[in-house]
């Protein structure tokens, strides 16, 4: 993966307001599922266009969900493959939402996510109280498909400005972290927490701007 020129595709939605006006659905999945194949910033606006022409649907709401859609995805893919990449690590065979790779034969799934403003404690406090935080993640987490009460890593990214969201784009200093994490990692760091009488062991990787 190019990681370099996927980080620069990345910040062109930079430019542009994010939102979502509207949940994920099957309906605009199905308009918008050109995202995974297309890494070019270019051509994805090219597809966005093709699309809304031929569905008549309304350009700002198609931009968003499809920009959006494409940006996590991408930003999620790398993610995954800096961990997969590093010898410490064992990609998942039978690949499933409750697995992407193993840690010292210890089965996770990851996720990165924006500091959640709704957790009411400040960035600095969560650092310091990450159990805090991690319950907070999993009592929170989307009743999606991606639902699960199993091992998870967290990517939690910061921007101090308020744009958490621009920070997944930022694949140089996520991996930086992500290998720091990797070379130094222990099972005694892990986090152990029980919910409705499973174990499950977790924990976070911090991204802020320098």
């Not at 319950?135 to 308020?162: A, C, M, P, T």
């Amino acid at each position: 993966m190019d990681l370099i020129f996927l980080e620069r595709e990345l910040k062109k939605r930079h430019d542009y307001p994010y939102r979502w006006y509207r949940k994920q659905n099957d309906l605009w999945d199905g308009y918008t599922n050109f995202i995974y194949e297309t890494i070019n910033w270019e051509t994805l606006i090219d597809k966005i266009k093709k699309v809304y022409l031929k569905y008549n649907l309304n350009k700002h709401e198609i931009f968003q969900y499809a920009a959006n859609r494409w940006y996590n995805f991408h930003s999620a893919r790398a993610v995954e493959f800096l961990f997969c990449n590093s010898d410490k690590v064992v990609p998942a065979k039978s690949k499933d939402h409750e697995k992407d790779f193993f840690i010292d034969k210890i089965p996770f799934d990851h996720k990165t996510s924006v500091f959640p403003e709704k957790f009411g404690y400040s960035y600095d406090w969560a650092v310091e109280n990450e159990h805090k935080l991690i319950r907070w993640l999993y009592d929170n987490q989307s009743s999606q498909k991606r639902f699960h009460l199993k091992n998870r890593l967290f990517v939690i990214v910061y921007d101090s400005e308020g744009n958490h969201w621009k920070m997944k784009a930022e694949l140089q200093l996520i991996k930086h972290a992500v290998e720091n994490y990797l070379q130094n990692f222990e099972t005694s760091q892990l986090h152990s927490i029980t919910f409705d009488g499973n174990q499950i062991a977790s924990d976070i990787i911090w991204i802020q701007r320098p």
